[in-house]
């Protein structure tokens, strides 16, 4: 039975009209009443219950300033239960409806860390991803001195990092098959979009290695200077060195 019926059956009872029975009306409660047993069923972490709860406030008194905080904790109570989708949705309302509140900050994170939660492993679709990325950026930009956009920030750099690890794994896919230019127009996007995850060393000695595999010794060479330029204590230099230098191209000097 979903919390807004049980709110709402208190002091009522059912009466029998012929051989049916006719289903219970909802009482209006106070609105302080109504909000105040939501806060307690969130306060012991039962958050759907409250979602629905919340719900139900402002159902009951659409046009209160309980209406407006009931919105916002409903879509909070949503993320704790874990119902994401539903939390984006509530989240997105209540920006619409509620531009100048002082709680879009944190509801535009919640929409963010909503799509996080459902970050999958780099194998998989990375749609959710993107859409993580997409939310954390726009969290930053339109309140970068809230108190969220540093951790937006820092959740921003991981999500760069999942989606350039997603493109090394396609790009070692096509490597290993030898389709060698689909593999560098992967490696190429690691290096043009995510300069700053940990995957770009690899990148790079990837590309050294499709590009000797074709026999293109310039451009290889170029991104072993890369390379050794910008990441010299890195193990996939000391690989890229000795590719290049077993391929009697000229020594990498960083």
Avoid at 2 to 30: D, H, I, K, Y
Avoid at 99 to 109: H, K, W
Avoid at 177 to 186: F, K, S, T
Avoid at 199 to 227: I, K, M, N, Q, S
Wanted: charged fraction near 25%.
């Amino acid at each position: 039975m979903t919390a807004a019926v049980l709110l709402g059956l208190a002091g009522l009872g059912l009466s029998a009209c012929g051989g049916g029975s006719r289903e219970p009306e909802v009482v209006e409660r106070p609105v302080e009443e109504l909000y105040n047993a939501a806060m307690d069923l969130a306060a012991n972490r039962q958050f759907l219950t409250a979602a629905r709860a919340f719900e139900e406030v402002e159902r009951q008194h659409p046009y209160s300033v309980w209406a407006t905080r009931s919105m916002f904790m409903a879509a909070y109570a949503l993320y704790e239960a874990r119902r994401y989708d539903e939390a984006i949705l509530a989240a997105r309302r209540f920006v619409d409806f509620h531009p100048g509140n002082e709680n879009v900050p944190y509801a535009l994170y919640l929409i963010a860390m909503s799509y996080y939660e459902q970050i999958s492993d780099v194998g998989r679709d990375q749609q959710m991803t993107a859409n993580a990325q997409q939310a954390f950026t726009d969290l930053v930009q339109r309140f970068p001195n809230s108190v969220y956009a540093r951790d937006a920030q820092l959740k921003l750099d991981l999500v760069r990092d999942h989606l350039a690890g997603k493109e090394m794994k396609v790009g070692r896919f096509y490597l290993n098959r030898r389709q060698y230019v689909a593999a560098i127009n992967r490696f190429r996007v690691v290096l043009d979009e995510f300069q700053t995850t940990t995957h770009v060393p690899e990148a790079l000695h990837r590309l050294v290695e499709a590009y000797t595999a074709l026999g293109v010794r310039d451009e290889a060479f170029r991104y072993a200077v890369v390379l050794g330029y910008n990441y010299p204590g890195s193990p996939w230099y000391e690989r890229t060195y000795r590719l290049v230098t077993d391929d009697r191209l000229p020594p990498i000097r960083s």
